[in-house]
């Protein structure tokens, strides 16, 4: 029987079976994509690459900055200084600028591809369920196939995660009124260099938030590839349009704030995220476990969202687990 099986192969989850499998426990990390990433993901089309979901990553803690110093030394993550203009009346409650913005090289997802080749991952696993059996977990996946484990890490959204344990758990309500938000993601190629004035922009008026070069990044040849994302209010609104309607939507956005990104498109696609970001400051704990059932839930969602906070989620779940092993 396996130690452990861990339900996602994002930040949180492959940190914490890193963790766990370097102390000795055995581990099945399953996800229902085909590689390792979640929301920090990386799409190729046409010759393009795009960091679709998470931007970039910062550190504030102490623990995270060591982590992220060792992962650039052995060239998994670069800094990124951009130009960046914003548009619209900066929010109150934009938080000080980071010291240093990091992205994964040669894409977001470096790191996680690295952490997961040491791992027994099994890719296109979609978990439909997780029911106790006997002291331990029986974890169904596609076509029937099923896995048994001692103990269990979910790491899928919390709506997600819920539904995966069945209204009847004792975490099952708490789970699915977590409030993820959405966001629709663009992705936009051009046959030859754009020059709006700027690698990245904060977008605070209209339908966008974000606008970013994503072939100016470190490692990316400096292709014309850009990623914009929609607001959350505006996303929310439009969850249920078509990809082609939000990609006119968007286009339409950019020819006002830079005309350049409006002209000669060559390539474009949209990614709805239905559970993007936490809203507010996570849980008040950096996972949720019932030690009595070896069950522990971990994500962003947990501490405060984003890449530090899916990573600081991981670490305390592969602690948690450690000690009920
Ligand atoms: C548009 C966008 C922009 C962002 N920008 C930034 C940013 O600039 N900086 C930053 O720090 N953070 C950013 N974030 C947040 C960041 O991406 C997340 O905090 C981080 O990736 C979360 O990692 P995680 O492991 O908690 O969850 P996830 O990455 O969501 O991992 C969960 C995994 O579980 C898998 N899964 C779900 N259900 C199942 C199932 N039933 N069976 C099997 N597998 C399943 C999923 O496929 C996924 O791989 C952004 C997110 C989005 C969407």
Redesign the pocket.
């Known amino acids: 029987m396996i130690d452990v099986i861990v ?9 914490a079976a890193t963790r766990l499998a370097a102390r000795g426990h055995s581990v099945v990390v ?4 085909r590689g ?6 990386t799409r190729r089309a046409d010759n393009f690459s795009f960091d ?7 550190a504030r803690s102490e623990a995270f900055r060591r982590q992220v110093r060792a992962w650039a030394e052995s060239g998994l993550l670069a800094p990124w200084r951009p130009g960046i203009v914003t548009f619209g009346d900066r929010p109150a409650d934009a938080g000080r600028p980071p010291d240093e913005r990091w992205v994964g090289v040669p894409g977001m997802n470096a790191v996680l591809h690295q952490l997961a080749r040491g791992l027994d991952c099994r890719w296109q ?4 369920g997780a029911a106790r059996r006997g002291p331990g977990w029986r974890v169904e ?1 596609p076509d029937g196939e099923a896995l048994e484990g001692r103990a269990l890490l979910i ?3 919390p709506r ?2 819920g539904g ?1 344990l069945g209204p009847d758990h004792a975490l099952h309500d708490r789970l699915v009124a977590v409030d993820m938000q959405p ?1 629709w ?1 663009v992705m936009l190629g051009y046959a030859s260099p754009r020059e709006p004035g700027f690698d990245a922009a904060f977008v605070n008026r209209g339908p966008l938030a ?1 606008i970013a070069h994503n072939g100016g990044k470190p490692g990316r040849g400096n292709v014309d590839a850009w990623v914009v ?1 929609a607001e959350t209010g505006w996303s929310n609104d439009h969850l249920e349009d078509p990809a082609e309607a939000v990609v006119e939507a968007a286009i339409a956005a950019l020819a006002e704030l830079a005309p350049a990104l409006a002209q000669s498109v060559t390539h474009s696609a949209a990614h709805r ?1 239905r ?3 936490p809203r507010g400051g996570g849980q008040g704990s950096s996972s949720l476990s019932r030690d009595s059932e070896r069950l522990v839930l ?4 947990c501490a405060g ?6 990573w600081i ?2 670490v305390a779940a592969a602690r948690r687990l450690d000690a009920m092993l």
């Open positions: 339900v996602g192969a994002g930040w949180s989850g492959l940190t399953v996800d229902k994509s390792p990433g979640g929301r920090s993901a679709h979901g998470a931007q970039y990553l910062t696993w979609q978990t439909v996946g790491t899928a959204p997600q995660a995966l966001c993601a974000w994302h995220w559970f993007a970001q971990a994500g962003d969602w969202g984003r890449i530090e906070g899916a989620s991981g």
